[in-house]
């Protein structure tokens, strides 16, 4: 199983609230990504990291951003949700290319933050 | 147009049907491709990957690329109440980032 954890795992609030959703990977891999999933909808990737102090925004326009200051660490922070921020958020991260048959191409994923914004 | 395109479904099947979850693709560049099984209120997790083109089993699971025809399936045999979940299809070009489908939830009933 992988070590890939989120908190908190459910979120209910305000619109208007800054909110951090943390995700931490124990695996020392450098490639760090969050996704946004919608029931029944394909991943929409919001952003990615390749390391320490490297972020990058994904293929789906997003309001959140995040931080990379340790590899193990992949902050989102919304600064001021809004109720089109409900959603469910996805952290993966992923082996070096040298790592394994599929190398970096194989994504571990987190079990997700639902968040919800009233 | 996506360039992963992914049978949407739903799908429904009586425990031990077999069970063909397909994807299109339009990027002739990618050349890992890799089927991910998500479970309820759950990340998705690797359920098989190929390399190239060609088919892979493993178990009541077969992986089949045809590069070709830029289509990828996934073949479930005998299948079986637990593998009820949204299966996602993802490509990638060797460059770090995947390319997912929209998913297929199947259930399988007993």
Redesign the interface.
């Known amino acids: 199983e992988a070590d890939i954890y989120q908190t908190p795992r459910y979120l209910v609030i305000g619109t208007g609230k800054k909110i951090t959703l943390e995700c931490s990977q124990t695996m020392g891999h450098d490639k760090m990504y969050w996704y946004q999933q919608d029931p029944g909808m394909e991943l929409h990737l919001i952003h990615y990291s390749y390391g320490v102090n490297s972020t990058e925004k994904g293929d789906l326009s997003s309001e959140s951003t995040v931080s990379r200051i340790r590899t193990e660490h992949f902050p989102l922070t919304l600064e001021s949700a809004r109720p089109s921020h409900t959603s469910q958020y996805l952290c993966a991260s992923s082996r070096p290319r040298t790592g394994g048959l599929l190398g970096d191409n194989e994504q571990f994923f987190g079990p997700g933050t639902r968040l919800t914004v009233l | 147009q996506?360039e992963v395109e992914?049978d949407p479904g739903p799908l429904s099947v009586p425990e031990g049907a077999i069970v063909s979850l397909n994807c299109t693709y339009s990027n002739s560049a990618f050349q890992?491709f890799?089927w991910?099984r998500q479970y309820s209120?759950?990340?998705?997790?690797?359920l098989m990957?190929t390399?190239s083109s060609g088919n892979k089993e493993d178990g009541r699971f077969t992986a089949q690329v045809d590069k070709s025809s830029k289509y990828i399936s996934l073949f479930i045999r005998d299948s079986q109440p637990s593998d009820s979940a949204t299966y996602?299809c993802?490509m990638?070009d060797?460059a770090?980032?995947?390319t997912?489908?929209?998913?297929t939830?199947l259930t399988v009933k007993p």
Do not use: C
Request: aromatic content about 20%; cysteine-free; charged content about 25%.
């Open positions: 996506k992914q890992y890799m991910y209120r759950k990340g998705p997790e690797l990957y390399y996602l993802a990638s060797g770090g980032k995947s997912f489908g929209d998913g939830t």
